[in-house]
């Protein structure tokens, strides 16, 4: 039974890291940009939909704001600052990505202050539901695994099946030839760029509703979302939903399980405390596995040339 | 690097000079506190209270010239900062840190190049025992205190078998030390979580599994709203309880009406009768627009106490400050306070539980939890 509940949560997590990577993969496949400010569009999800949740009463009406106000954002900072960097080699990109870290940061404390926000779930999705087997489990998460499975499908629909899915495909194989054929690539970067931050948005608001709206609370998340992308390989966005899922049940059941196992060579608070620690490491010792064996990640280009 | 410097009194120093008047050189303050990043809130309480306190002293805050930059919640910042503040800005107290683990980088260097240090908050169990030094105090508690307090609760409530969590960090460590130092039953299950951990459905789905009866969680700043308002959805319903940090004004309004009813221990609230707390809140909400936090409190507390020491010695001669530091001479808004021997507070300890005063999210007090307690560590302490 515990181990049910640690399963659904660790696909309840593995979805949510999958939201965040997807947008992160895209930009960083078609773009070939290292975008540190994802982290930022995803706190500007979370204000978004905690500020009109607030003002309007209704969280739907809030979770819609922060995909807007996510792409808007992104297709601007795309515009204004990001389009002057893909010429430029990655320590220039990381370097201005970081310094927008820092500019949204600063600049959600001016708009909102330094004291988290508060935004709750509505009556309807909050509360603990019954699942088959007698297992309570709280009905939100179980709208987040439903949110990241649509998501998922919808840009396996968006890549596969539309032209706008064909032209982030032919960008990510060879962009001037793209570009040669008459398609608009700047007009392409945008999009892309906007449809990441929307999906980074989103994640946001979501997360944000059952952690904490803050400064700053897009940055430990940022760096999961790197290593999805960096076990999926880069640029798929199969791989970034497997790697998400991955990287969340051993996250999860890591927790879970290993300070039980450890307590049968140790006394408890040792377990404990040691089981805690090496909790913590052990989705970047899953990270190292896969670099060793497959170094261009699950799904990554075979030979790709970065 | 950003810096948020702000020079208050400088003004009226520099009026001082030009009018040739022959009152003592301000004492020079450094204040080192996290105003940005996701740790801010406290920072910026510790701020407010502090310069509160000088701007409600009136002719006599100006005693204190202050100095405040931001250390980003970071060590390595913070260390940079102090020596900074020391060198070159020559200050003569040190103060505001809100973290242990960046108390644990600037303290011990500070003291021992001559500077006195007045905690407005972190004070870990190293710098209490062996650690201690003639010009360090805590002005706000010793870190196992309110968890010592709560354990003192728990017991006291009866409740039979609590489970405990709390992050794998050295406050972390304190703070369950702390309670099973003073809690008598038996434990379900004792976590330790990761610092900056926001989802904590695999400790809630061990809290469900487990048959205690109470949780007990230490988990300061957005760690705490994430794990409450999880808790509240995932239906287990088993009460909470915790030290006051885990529901302090700062963080009430973020977690909502999840926290209505908790059971909370601390040193200081709002409610605390006296005239010296009565006008710090009054006042705290007329200058801000909020209510004041624990941290907030305790920063007007260390102002009032270093204006107290300002006005019967200088920071020059050390032994002197030292002395008039020690007796504590101050209103403070915890209605009594004094010092131990290890120059960490003696003082009451209260429980309190988390009302709904109109639409605002409070503390109200309900009784006491310890009354003149110090700490483990006095004994240790050769000074």
């Not at chain 1, 659904?8 to 400010?37: C, E, R």
């Not at chain 1, 032919?170 to 449809?195: Q, S």
């Amino acid at each position: 039974m515990l181990l049910a509940e640690q399963a659904l949560n660790g696909l309840q997590y593995g979805m949510m890291l999958f939201l965040m990577a997807a947008g992160l993969t895209l930009v960083f496949g078609v773009m070939g940009l290292i975008n540190l400010a994802h982290g930022a569009l995803y706190m500007t999800g979370a204000f978004a939909c905690a500020a009109v949740a607030a003002a309007s009463g209704s969280f739907w009406l809030g979770l819609a704001a922060s995909l807007v106000a996510a792409a808007a954002a992104g297709a601007l900072v795309e515009m204004a600052v990001i389009r002057r960097l893909y010429a430029r080699d990655h320590l220039d990109q990381v370097l201005a990505t970081f310094a927008l870290i820092l500019v949204f940061s600063e600049g959600t404390r001016w708009l909102f202050g330094s004291f988290p926000l508060y935004l709750t779930l509505p009556p309807a999705l909050s509360g603990a539901v019954m699942l088959p087997g007698g297992l309570h489990y709280p009905l939100f998460r179980l709208v987040i695994i439903g949110f990241g499975a649509a998501v998922a499908l919808g840009l396996w629909w968006l890549i596969a099946r539309t032209r706008l899915g064909i032209r982030i495909r032919a960008g990510e194989a060879d962009r001037e030839m793209i570009g040669a054929l008459g398609v608009d690539i700047a007009r392409l970067y945008t999009i892309v760029f906007a449809l990441g931050a929307a999906l980074a948005g989103l994640a946001g608001a979501l997360v944000g509703t059952i952690q904490s709206v803050q400064v700053g609370m897009g940055e430990p998340v940022l760096i999961l979302a790197f290593v999805v992308v960096v076990i999926g390989g880069i640029g798929s966005i199969k791989g970034a939903f497997i790697g998400a899922l991955l990287v969340g049940m051993t996250d999860t059941l890591g927790k879970a399980l290993l300070p039980g196992l450890l307590s049968r060579a140790w006394d408890a608070a040792g377990a404990n405390s040691l089981g805690a620690s090496l909790a913590s490491v052990l989705i970047y010792v899953l990270m190292a596995v896969v670099l060793i064996l497959r170094p261009q990640g699950l799904f990554g280009a075979q030979g790709a040339e970065r | 690097m950003k810096l948020n410097r702000l020079l208050i009194g400088a003004a009226a120093a520099a009026a001082i000079a030009l009018a040739g008047a022959t009152q003592a050189e301000p004492v020079k303050v450094g204040m080192i506190t996290t105003l940005s990043g996701g740790g801010a809130g406290l920072g910026v309480d510790t701020r407010d209270g502090f310069l509160l306190a000088l701007k409600n002293a009136g002719e006599a805050g100006q005693a204190v010239e202050l100095v405040i930059e931001d250390d980003q919640q970071k060590p390595d910042v913070a260390v940079q900062i102090a020596d900074k503040m020391i060198q070159s800005e020559q200050v003569d107290v040190l103060t505001g840190i809100v973290w242990s683990n960046l108390a644990m980088a600037v303290v011990p260097a500070a003291v021992a190049q001559g500077k006195f240090y007045l905690s407005t908050n972190a004070a870990p169990s190293q710098l209490a025992g062996a650690g201690c030094d003639p010009k360090y105090f805590s002005v706000s508690y010793q870190n196992d205190n309110l968890h010592e307090a709560a354990g003192a609760h728990a017991t006291e409530a009866g409740i039979g078998k609590v489970f405990i969590m709390a992050p794998n960090y050295p406050a972390g460590h304190d703070s369950l030390a702390g309670f099973k130092r003073y809690y008598k039953g038996a434990l379900a299950g004792e976590i330790h979580t990761q610092v900056g951990q926001t989802d904590y459905a695999a400790e809630i789905a061990q809290i469900r599994a487990s048959d205690a009866d109470a949780v007990f969680f230490f988990l300061p700043g957005g760690m705490g709203i994430a794990f409450m308002k999880q808790y509240a959805e995932s239906g287990v319903g088993k009460p909470v309880i915790g030290p006051g940090f885990s529901f302090s004004q700062d963080v009430l309004p973020a977690v909502g009406d999840a926290a209505l009813g908790v059971r909370n221990t601390a040193q200081w609230s709002k409610d605390l009768e006296n005239e010296a707390n009565r006008a710090f809140v009054e006042t705290f909400q007329a200058e801000y627009g909020r209510l004041p936090s624990l941290y907030a409190a305790q920063a007007y507390d260390t102002a009032n106490l270093l204006l107290s020491a300002a006005a019967k010695a200088d920071p020059g001669d050390a032994d002197a400050f030292r002395a008039a530091l020690a007796q504590a001479d101050f209103p403070s808004v915890r209605g009594k306070f004094r010092f131990g021997p290890n120059q960490h507070p003696i003082q009451d300890y209260y429980v309190r539980e988390v009302v709904k005063e109109g639409e605002v999210l409070t503390n109200r007090i309900i009784g006491p939890a310890m009354t003149d307690h110090g700490d483990a560590y006095a004994g240790q302490c050769k000074m």
